[in-house]
């Protein structure tokens, strides 16, 4: 499978490979998902301090493109001439991650030319390690089926430019709640149920429910903001 665009506009790759390991009962599979990650730097020349003045801007950019992998693996058991479902998975925590990216800027201040270093960091789509477990009861005209999965948002770190607007050690930040090296996110638990009704072959009736926490704690006073609801 490959999937480009959605949330971030990036590319994902992932496969997988499953095997009957007892016939009609045991089913086992194991598989990977696979982000690019990216090294490098940026050299900006040729800027003015002059506002609103026309100027064009020397850039040069070394940028290299890599591949990361995290696997993920599950198990099915279907007894009872599969009327009965068991399921595990687990899939193992994955983000994407470009940077930090040291950016060398020179500002041309007329006599004299100023050096400004910076850096771009850029961390998305954070997915936490999660264990899922899953029952399901399939019979010829309904199948009704509950999830429950864990996730382990307490992992979740900041980056390196969230370290650095955020953390306790930075004298500018004024706050009653610093923070750390990490937003303190707990870890969820959240559960699922669905009930599929087949009246007839070419028919079926699919209802469910869900409740999924947020793992990001009371922001009342910090210095971050995080926005989410359960």
Known sequence: LIRYGDNISHLVLSAGLGVELVKDLVHVGVGT???LTNEGRFFIDE?????GTPTDVVTQCELGVSWSF????????????????????WTKAYETEMGPLPIYTEVDAGSIKITMPMMLDCNSFYTPEMLRYGVALDFEH???????WHQE?????????????YS???PNIVAPIK??????FEDTLSFGVGLELRPTKDLS?????SYVPTPVPDQSWRVSNYIDGD
């Open 205 to 209: 009736l699919l209802a469910g429910y």
């Open 70 to 89: 995290w696997p993920n693996a599950g198990i099915l058991v279907t007894p009872f001439d599969k009327h009965l479902k068991l399921g595990f998975s």
């Open 153 to 165: 948002w307490s992992d979740y770190a900041y980056s390196t430019t969230d370290m650095f607007n």
């Open 168 to 170: 306790a050690a930075n």
């Open 47 to 51: 800027l003015q301090d002059v506002v």
């Open 142 to 148: 309904f199948l009704l089926s509950f999830d429950v």
């Open 179 to 184: 923070e750390t090296s990490s937003p303190n």
């Open 33 to 35: 998902t696979g982000l």
